[in-house]
């Protein structure tokens, strides 16, 4: 009997689990679905969820009026150079503060996590000006080191808290065996490692992925990624509901599928350390 | 090769001294063991042989040479952790030639002091496994294969049966006490178990706060304890210890005597005499615990196995005369 109740609440419960996620997913499928109407129905009242006429129209027209490759390409050196920069600094800091803490450690990370709480806008005018001093506005290497700072905190956070779930006495046992530091390092901590590596690589990216204040003010055409490419489609031109969708859903769709596929290691890295 | 001697070694952490000044020599090929409660500071002088810690003041010596300064890659000693710190993501082959590997040894070689290890261990069909699915038994064999493929001066082992049931950790005693007769290697052992270290050691330390209260065999220790608390510490159940009008009447501040040498009898012929508390029938013994009349302590005494007293019987006790122990006020045994 309790047994039957118990099943009765739990498919009660996972009914309101899918309702919230459908809600939460529904914006993402109402852009995507909006990206196949014609403008016309984009903006129609009531709108119609799928009975309408299916077509390719707003992606064509979105091709044809922007280079989408090269606005891909932007995104991904962006994203993915300042990732792989943020690691590179970040793997050596986190292993400093998990393998040989000081008593200034916990201040120094929390330090680090405190840059986060002040407003991008306050020092958007600095930068700003120090990159066109440097003579480096609308570039990409710019918006690698930029988007590498932003997200360096987050990274070294990451990292460490992956490093100290490693038991020391793995690394004792190396020295032991006669590991030198590079040794240690290359075949014993960086494998044993490497899952949480991968999803700090992969959280990252996609947060630099999707960063809108920095790349849309300090780019304007050759180094603008995806977000400028949607920003590029918005009000200014009209109210072309559909061809925005188009633009969005091209710009998320990248991220979105690579996503998809590595969501184990995402979920493993958003929630690590609590559930072990 | 493997004499190990420490000279006025020191360790502190901050303001606190773990360690105080200590010597210590150990002789090649001896099986010695410290032992002592947790926290007097045995694993912290393991790990300083081991050069894990780094020595406050002093100098280690190993065979001859100093090594005070050498990172632990260089001395030429092999550990065995609590832990077992196997490395995850090898297999037991890899975990087995990892040090091997990184002394730059050629492939030949290694596969041929892999497979030599594994038929010692038993481990030679759990070679392709990881350590994740092998039993804390396995592990703790992967771990001394790793340690004995090196060929190492010394083997240290810290604590290394504390995570193994009691059968098994019988079973692994045995194992390790005939790996140090066959490869006769200076081995040390920390643990805080007494039987353990009486089983196991050709020479006991027995430590207390980073003091050494005593070193000897076995039965040195058993036979002619220090002090009192080497008394206390060695032997089970722990000695008896009495002070009072009975220690008075051997010119001592506190009398020790060991359960198996006290003799249980008749209550009216015998000097002590009580009633019985608890008696624990383990078939071989009888551990019986005897409230004395006149006497403030409780009084452990071992007893044949099928030795009829129960709970609340009286009893009479008869210590051996020439197996009491005499101390002085400051626990100091007196000759």
């Not at chain 1, 006429?53 to 044809?64: A, G, I, P, R, S």
């Not at chain 1, 003579?135 to 590498?148: C, W």
């Not at chain 2, 090649?28 to 926290?39: A, I, K, R, Y």
């Not at chain 2, 060929?151 to 009691?166: C, G, I, K, R, V």
Request: aromatic share 8%.
């Amino acid at each position: 009997m309790a047994r039957a109740v118990s099943s009765r609440a739990r498919l009660g419960w996972s009914a309101v689990a899918w309702v919230i996620g459908l809600l939460i997913f529904f914006p993402i499928l109402w852009t995507i679905l909006t990206s196949f109407k014609t403008e016309s129905e984009a903006i129609a009242s009531p709108p119609s969820l799928v009975f309408f006429d299916w077509t390719l129209e707003n992606y064509e027209v979105v091709q044809e009026r922007s280079n989408y490759a090269r606005f891909l390409w932007n995104s991904i050196v962006i994203a993915g150079g300042s990732t792989l920069l943020g690691v590179l600094i970040a793997v050596p800091a986190a292993w400093a503060m998990a393998f040989q803490p000081t008593r200034r450690t916990k201040d120094i990370l929390l330090w680090m996590l405190s840059t986060k709480m002040l407003p991008a806008v306050g020092v958007l005018y600095p930068i700003y000006l120090i990159c066109i001093r440097l003579g480096v506005l609308d570039s990409k290497i710019a918006l690698v080191v930029i988007l590498m700072l932003i997200n360096l905190p987050i990274i070294v956070w990451m990292l460490y808290t992956y490093f100290r779930e490693i038991p020391g006495e793995i690394l004792e046992a190396a020295r032991m065996d006669g590991a030198s530091l590079r040794s240690e390092i290359l075949y014993v901590l960086t494998p044993m490692a490497i899952p949480g590596i991968a999803s700090t690589v992969l959280l990252n990216f996609i947060l630099a992925w999707n960063e809108a204040f920095w790349t849309l003010n300090l780019t304007a055409v050759s180094a603008a990624p995806l977000t400028a490419f949607i920003a590029s489609y918005s009000s200014p031109e009209g109210l072309f509901f559909a061809k925005l969708s188009a633009a969005s859903t091209m710009a998320i769709a990248p991220i979105l599928i690579l996503g998809w596929f590595s969501q184990k290691q995402l979920v493993r890295g958003l929630t690590f350390g609590a559930v072990k | 090769m493997g004499q190990i001697t420490l000279n006025q070694i020191t360790k502190s952490f901050g303001e606190t001294q773990v360690i105080p000044p200590l010597d210590l020599r150990i002789e090649e090929g001896e099986f010695v063991v410290f032992v002592g409660p947790s926290g007097c500071g045995k694993s912290t002088l393991l790990r300083l042989i081991a050069g894990l810690e780094d020595v406050s003041s002093g100098h280690i010596e190993i065979d001859g040479r100093d090594v005070t300064d050498v990172p632990p890659a260089q001395r030429g000693l092999a550990m065995v952790f609590q832990s077992y710190a196997l490395y995850p993501h090898m297999s037991v082959r890899k975990n087995i030639a990892f040090p091997l590997r990184m002394a730059g040894m050629d492939e030949a070689e290694q596969k041929k002091r892999v497979e030599r290890a594994a038929t010692v261990l038993n481990l030679t069909d759990y070679l392709d496994r990881r350590p994740g699915q092998l039993s804390g038994g396995q592990r703790q064999r992967v771990a001394i294969g790793r340690a004995i493929v090196r060929e190492p001066a010394a083997f240290l082992f810290d604590e290394p049966l504390s995570n193994l049931d009691a059968a098994l950790r019988h079973g692994m005693r045995m194992e390790i006490g005939e790996l140090h007769q066959s490869l006769a290697t200076t081995m040390i052992y920390v643990t805080h178990d007494q039987v353990e270290a009486m089983t196991m050691a050709d020479k006991i330390v027995v430590l207390r706060a980073g003091v050494i209260e005593q070193v000897g065999s076995p039965l040195e220790l058993y036979r002619e304890p220090r002090n009192l608390f080497v008394a206390g510490f060695i032997g089970s159940p722990t000695m008896n210890l009495l002070t009072g009008p009975e220690a008075k009447k051997h010119d001592a501040t506190t009398i020790g005597v060991r359960p198996e040498h006290i003799e249980a009898g008749d209550p009216d012929a015998s000097p002590w005499s009580g009633t019985v508390g608890i008696s624990e029938h383990l078939g071989s013994d009888t551990f019986l615990h005897v409230h004395g009349t006149g006497l403030a302590e409780t009084i452990t005494v071992r007893a044949d196995g099928e030795v009829p007293l129960r709970h609340g019987d009286r009893v009479g006790l008869t210590p051996h005369p020439d197996r009491i122990h005499r101390f002085d006020a400051k626990g100091l045994r007196i000759a």
